[in-house]
């Protein structure tokens, strides 16, 4: 029997002894020398990246578009594959931000689950339940609902206030209310208004979040894990991806130096009392 | 000189007579008996829909998750390319409903446009300015945002109100103020509710829709094209899919003539004096 979704984040969370995700954004104009001439390169850099942080990440986040853009369809394949071998406990998180319905959503589900193989997708919440729904059904796997994204547009409709509540809060209360029977859904909620996710936190504490942004986008990792640490120090997965994978020039020293520090970094921020209100952590360490 | 999309599109319609979408959802699931066998089912079914309404359609809409589910690219590329041969005058709209924001977008972008040569491509507004740019950089190109879908779940979120207005008002009013300026931005209008047609078209005269739902999501034609033609009796892409590519059990001559029978309905509905107030176009007829 799979575990449920839920069972398997965790699971990935403890033998990595960490919350960390990585970002799988390959970008050839940005590649080290060394791979430019490689015959598949997106899928040996991936390599690289993978065996550099295979023992502590929690997660990867491959980002479709980069192999889509370049007819790198079996590039993709082969990198997932090369996590199931390397890190079998991590979870494979495709970023797609798939929304569509009926039997557009179906086919979606079927790229991003069975021809990929990946435990869970980004999902777009505009077009509403149908389109949301058909990512949740299966229980050992998740969908990641984009509620408040960190990029600088990520304002202009998200926070737009209704009755009181900004836009994003309307999304996350409604998918938790009302789509969530498997627990398989978890939220996206960017790294630079800590504010906010202490909010969502509040709102919102049965639920995990993915965290996008930490390194190249900004964001102060201990005020968000202050603010958006459930009372387990978890229920967060924190991802960064330009941040790591290009460090050093994209070398494998480079990458593995980039990746222990912030996996230090949140270990040491999950497990130090918060300054902030954080009531159930700060009573664990009384 | 390419063209400008505004000039391609009205090029497109002025060629084919029509304002006629064909969609492309190729489901091998619903494939006629004959092409089962086919080593490429799909791109050999694009090809019998291309052919029997090759002279009519102003436009093809070509959904990538059907071929994405299936690893079927290149038979997607194989089904662009043979619009191009048999309608060269017809635009091909990439439903994709992508958004995502930086060297992701970019990476978008040049599947979208470069990869497949489309002329257009489906974009969801929910992350904002960044997410959708990117789309509309090339005059010659045309991005169509979702504004109101078709779907039931459609109302969850987007007809959520803010200052008097839903949000799907909100997104075309910021999208038509300040992301259009090359002309190249359509909404995409569910064809199930011609009072929020209506709304759309007066609050944005200037503004091209895309309207999906015509057909297998039901929608009255007459209804929606009183509502939303523009004062020229255009400003609409009326796509069908599966109405249209499985009418007859998607032989050539059941497509041909559900094609014919779409074709000719729109035109008479575009000619005809509207019953409803659309003064522009009873000016025309009087």
């Not at 790294?191 to 996710?197: G, K, L, N, Q, S």
Request: with cysteine; glycine share 8%.
């Amino acid at each position: 029997m799979p575990k449920s979704f839920g069972e398997r984040l965790k699971l990935a969370q403890q033998v990595s002894g960490s919350l960390m995700c990585v970002g799988l954004d390959p970008d050839p104009a940005k590649f080290p020398k060394d791979l430019q001439d490689d015959a598949s390169p997106l899928a040996a850099f991936d390599r690289r990246i993978i065996d550099a942080t295979a023992d502590f990440a929690a997660a990867y986040k491959p980002q479709i578009a980069f192999y889509s853009a370049l007819g790198a369809e079996q590039q993709l394949l082969a990198s997932i594959r090369y996590i199931r071998e390397r890190a079998p406990a991590a979870l494979v998180i495709l970023d797609a931000k798939r929304g569509d319905i009926g039997n557009t959503a179906a086919a979606y589900v079927h790229e991003a689950f069975d021809r990929y193989g990946a435990d869970a997708v980004t999902v777009n919440p505009y077009m509403g339940e149908d389109s949301v729904r058909p990512f949740l059904a299966r229980p050992e796997r998740g969908a990641l609902l984009l509620c408040r994204t960190s990029n600088p547009g990520g304002r202009d409709f998200q926070n737009l206030m209704l009755d009181g509540l900004p836009l994003y809060r309307h999304v996350a209360k409604h998918a938790a209310e009302h789509w969530n029977e498997h627990g398989n859904l978890m939220l996206v909620v960017g790294a630079t208004v800590p504010r906010e996710m202490a909010d969502l936190r509040q709102a919102h504490p049965e639920l995990s979040f993915l965290v996008p942004g930490v390194g190249a986008q900004g964001g102060d990792l201990a005020a968000l894990m202050s603010a958006g640490l459930d009372s387990q120090g978890a229920g967060l997965l924190i991802s960064a991806s330009r941040s790591i994978i290009y460090a050093g020039g994209g070398s494998s020293s480079g990458i593995r130096d980039a990746a222990a520090e912030l996996h230090a970094a949140i270990n040491f921020n999950r497990t130090r009392p918060s300054e902030t209100s954080r009531p159930t952590l700060a009573r664990r360490h009384s």
